[in-house]
């Protein structure tokens, strides 16, 4: 629980760097961000090694994530490095799974974390990570590792394109930032099918079907 307000505690700080407009200080928002996220992996893990898991931190993880990569992805559109589309698609995402999530609770049915939403989470992240990485380009390449898998990153997407006849056209961070919006609704629409039963219960008992 600490990690997870340690986590929303951060976000401040990544968006003052985020937008002081020089490279230096955005690489310090790329730096908070990775803190961020690896504090995302270790209360997770904690948790569950040491058998620590309570129904607060159930909510306080979720809550913690959901306003980490909102900020990051709300900043990214106030600078229009994310297409409002793909900014509507992550949106309606943590709308739909934060929904399911109260009405389950607030009816007592069973919440399940869905497999989908890690690896959306992975995704997530490594764009980010990617994105912020491309904004301070020049600062990573005084470190040898971070510059080395940005640059085999961006090679590799480079060559897609290129196979596709269309370099000029698209950035390789739209091109990112598209795979992490697609994959991020599809985990929406998932938890809504992997609690189709729950969903049904609650349609009907709204609808007076159920007594």
């Not at 790329?30 to 309570?54: C, P, W």
């Not at 196979?163 to 930032?177: G, H």
């Not at 729950?198 to 007076?208: A, E, Q």
Request: aromatic share 18%; with cysteine; hydrophobic share 55%.
């Amino acid at each position: 629980n600490t990690l997870s307000i340690i986590r929303i505690i951060l976000v401040p700080f990544f968006l003052f760097f985020f937008f002081s407009n020089e490279n230096n200080l955005i690489f310090f928002s790329l730096i908070i961000f990775v803190i961020a996220s690896v504090t995302d992996f270790l209360d997770g893990f904690i948790a569950r090694s040491f058998n620590q898991i309570s129904n607060f931190g159930k909510f306080l993880d979720p809550l913690a994530d959901k306003i980490l990569t909102l900020s990051v992805f709300s900043s990214f559109l106030l600078l229009d490095i994310i297409s409002y589309w793909m900014f509507f698609l992550i949106i309606s995402r943590d709308v739909i799974v934060t929904l399911i999530r109260v009405l389950f609770k607030k009816y007592h049915l069973t919440f399940v974390t869905s497999n989908v939403a890690k690896i959306k989470t992975t995704i997530q992240i490594f764009v980010i990570i990617y994105v912020l990485s491309s904004m301070c380009q020049d600062k990573i390449e005084e470190i040898f590792l971070i510059n080395q898998l940005y640059v085999f990153f961006n090679n590799l997407c480079l060559s897609v394109l290129t196979l596709l006849n269309i370099e000029n056209q698209i950035s390789t961070s739209w091109i990112f930032l598209t795979i992490a919006s697609c994959v991020t609704f599809y985990s929406g629409l998932h938890y809504m099918y992997l609690h189709r039963t729950g969903l049904k219960f609650l349609i009907n008992k709204n609808s007076g079907n159920v007594v």
